[in-house]
């Protein structure tokens, strides 16, 4: 089985890497899609790659799950995934207090449930007692606590709701992006019997699930779709007064496998695709855009870049004599010297990427920072710090350098990456070829995800290349990648007391940030965290990708997203020509 | 018969016994777990709960036990990837594989049979073409032939290029969904049946032309029976035990064929089920799918050991006797 599924893996990462060797190209883009001509009626068609887990999204994090959640139900504000500005939803406006502690929101009037039920403060209140009942066992518990408490609510009329932090917060209401709104009258049964977390799951009749957003499920047929109406009681309205959403219908067709879904996109039985072209797509899509069948859009520098770390904690690696090596940043300056991120881009991601220096990416608009600390191609320079630690060149053995110290410890490291992605295979080998020069012998050991998992939450590796994906743009969504006792801090894991005074440093800066009101005071401390991470470089970035997605020709009112979903995000304003 | 069909079912109880204990064990011991699904930096507690939910807190043995203990109640365990019972998602998927390996067989013996009938009696161009194309279907993975299915259908809009029914047939009658239904079948049950029908034709066509060199041939021959006459009516039947052999091996070939054609065209069947579940370790889910395909395979078996007592007498002597 396991032969199996590796040949498959093989082939499908073999067919990936030959469609790129075919051609050699620059990615460019047709730009935005044309001005919108916005119609009513129609339906459109959109894969995931799986099913959703569960119709509850305080319950489950998977991204099916999400997608659905996206379309059926509201928040009390979103943040516009193009803008990345809060915008008022389902609250219509708000006051906060001086100290950023205490919010009164104004919910919209007239809003109801789709099975016609109003919508209430009473529901906003039930939604957070949710996500802090234990027994309800939500995946947003952590993610909607300040100061290390839970938000507190009241509702002194149905139309009101006083939300008080614990502490002052700097994203403030930003964190009620992270919240659906679930309707009490459904749901206050299974929290009071304690079967919340069994809810709305897929064997739940489609009626029973309702919601505030533009569409509600009307049929859910495993392995293959779930179909979606529009939701006639949705209270956005257009720009025209007219109302949304535009679109009947949207049918979300489960496409596993990545290849035939690009297949079926271009054949005109997707309209929508469930993520962001790879490179390796890029070319089939532009043709079948020159023929009027495909839009092409350029979505921005994705948020997210690939990092190379080595494990860095201490208590496990004491006793490797590579350790003492590996936890001083000049070696770890020596390795992005080592490397051209530009011919990285090229070969890695055929062009359409671009160099980074750090965990913040150009598509973090709001936070990267340009002025970061840098470490320019140059092999000569890598040397000089590897020598500066009395590592030198030992004789050549096999056709291969290896720098090691006076004792003989030599250089040479596994590198485990996640099996099956093409780029992280295209990474690693260019990062090979590149530490090479300069005597860093890297071996490359692909894994399944599962099992790459298992190792780096055990610490058990040398260094790791993957592409860990940050929970939120806004660094203060971001701590427990941030602080050292956090879950995502993934070169050390979950420190009792942080392993280095750099690291103490960023989490008083963090926490600062985190608690700041003053956007200008906070962005001034997140730049100096960004300083001290780039001079000590736990993980190291070398680029990050263009996005690129296509979609069928006949969608209009299309606003693209670097997040994912890059376009159903936004789904109440999508239109057909026909 | 009686005997035979007793023999037959201890031996797909056991089949399913250790193929399913086998599979929930072995996965369990391979590194990683399904809560490898939450993501790489989840909560500890999540994780926990996540692993207190599953079982995965106790030893694989424990584990096993407690799993057995529930299967003898035809509790199968609850998927976490699915988060539903895995009895409901494999009985739904097997349904759905069970459609596709019937028209997958139907389409692999009415091509593979009458062409070994054809290559194994004759020479010349006909038979040389039959051999090369057979050989080109056996050697290509059932991926590749999934995807350049797929491709042409995508290219040529003949056939819908995946799923098992298209979004127009749900508003649609019964008979409207049948008819759906059949313009999805063709290209995934082409790509299943493709290398069967050649292993049949390869099969065929050996055993054919074995069975022209026995005397009863020679004799039918010299009584001056017609040659197609001799070919169909008195070696056709000699030659099938061979093909009737490997019925049970070709419903084997189905389901694990199925894995990689269900994910390529998207049809929502057993392998597919299995692979997605493999893919994220999914436990229970692994070791209910690895217990129907073990109860397809022994029927499988059977089946073919029936067919191959209808088609040699002296097997039904054998069974009396």
Redesign the interface.
Known sequence: MQTRLTRIGLILAGAGVLAALVVVFRFGSSGPSPAPELRRGGQIVASLRSEPRSFNRLVSRDYATEVVTLLTQGRLARINRATFELEPWLAEGWESSADGRTHTLRLRPGVTWSDGTPFTSADVLFSLQAVYDPKAQSVLTSTLVVGGQPIKAIAPDAQTVVLTYAAPSGPGLRLLDNLPILPKHKLEAALMSGSFAAAWNSTTPPAEIVGTGPFVLREYQPGQRLVLERNPRYWRRAADDGALPYLDRIVLEIVPEQNAELLRLQAGELDLTSSELRPEDYVPVREAEKQGRLRLIELGVGPDADAFWFCLKPEVKAKDPRFKYVQRPEFRKAISHAVDREAFAETVFLGAAVPVWGPITPGNLQWFWADVPRYPHNDQEAQSLLATLNLHDRDERDGETVVADLDGVEMRFTVLTQRGISWYERGTAVLRDELAKIGIVLDIVPLEVGALIQRLLACDYDAIYFRPMATDLDPAGNLDFWLSSGSAHFWNIGQKTPAADWERRIDTLMLEQAAALDPARRRQEFNLVQQIFAENLPALYFTAPRLYYAHSARLRGVVPSVQRPPVLWSADTLSVTN | MTAFVARRLLFAVALVFVVSSATLLLTRL?????T?????????A?VA?ARARLGLDRGPVEQWALWIARVGRFDFGDS?????PVR??VG??TA?TAILAVVALLAATAFGIPLGIVSGSRRGTAATVIRAVSLVCLSV?P??TS?LL??L???T?WL??????S?DA?DGRWSTWLADLATHLPLPALALALPIAATFERLQAQSMAEALQQPFVTAAAARGVAPREIVLRHAWRVSLRPICGVYGIAIGTLL?GS??VE????W??LG??M??A????DIYLVAGCAAMGGWVLAAGMMVGDLLLAAADPRLREQGRG
């Open positions: 391979a590194p990683g777990d399904v490898a699904e939450l993501g790489p930096f989840a909560a500890p999540e709960a976490f990837l699915y988060n539903r409901d998602l739904r998927a759905n993975p991926l590749l995807l797929v491709f259908a995508a290219t809009r819908p290029a995946g799923g098992m029914t979004v749900l694990s894995f990689v994910f390529v065209t998207a929502p069947g597919r089920l692979y997605e493999l893919r994220a370790r």
